[in-house]
């Protein structure tokens, strides 16, 4: 069994910046895919950034410029740089990584957590 575990969010004023990190632990796996999605209450969760084992990232357009992922996967560990922070930037941030496991990718989640920008 793998597990996430999220930390670094919290409370921010606009413009300002946190940075979240996630780290996998368990026994005998590979991650491929690794990223971040976020939630408003009400609303689905929304892709924030992926980043592939190779280095290959993806961004929202909302976040492109201000956003940052980057990974160390000697450590299984994934981090979100994010600078200017806006209101709307406000949400619950998961974790996400795609394990392989039986030659099959399996999808693991975060318990996520709380970022919250004040204007």
């Known amino acids: 069994q793998v597990q996430l575990v999220e930390s670094g969010g919290g409370l921010v004023q606009v413009g300002g910046s946190l940075r979240l990190s996630c780290a996998a632990s368990?026994?005998?796996?590979?991650?491929?895919?690794m990223g971040w999605y976020r939630q408003v209450p009400g609303k689905k969760r929304e892709l924030v950034a992926t980043?592939?084992?190779?280095?290959?990232?993806n961004y929202a357009d909302s976040v492109k410029g201000r956003f940052t992922i980057s990974r160390d996967n000697a450590e299984n560990t994934v981090y979100l740089q994010m600078n200017s922070l806006k209101p709307e930037d406000t949400a619950v941030y998961y974790c996400?990584?795609?394990?392989?496991?039986?030659?099959?990718?399996?999808?693991?989640w975060g318990q996520g957590t709380q970022v919250t920008v004040s204007s």
């Open positions: 980043c592939t084992q190779g280095g290959s990232t």
């Open positions: 996400n990584a795609y394990i392989l496991s039986s030659s099959i990718m399996i999808p693991y």
């Open positions: 368990g026994r005998d796996f590979s991650i491929n895919v």
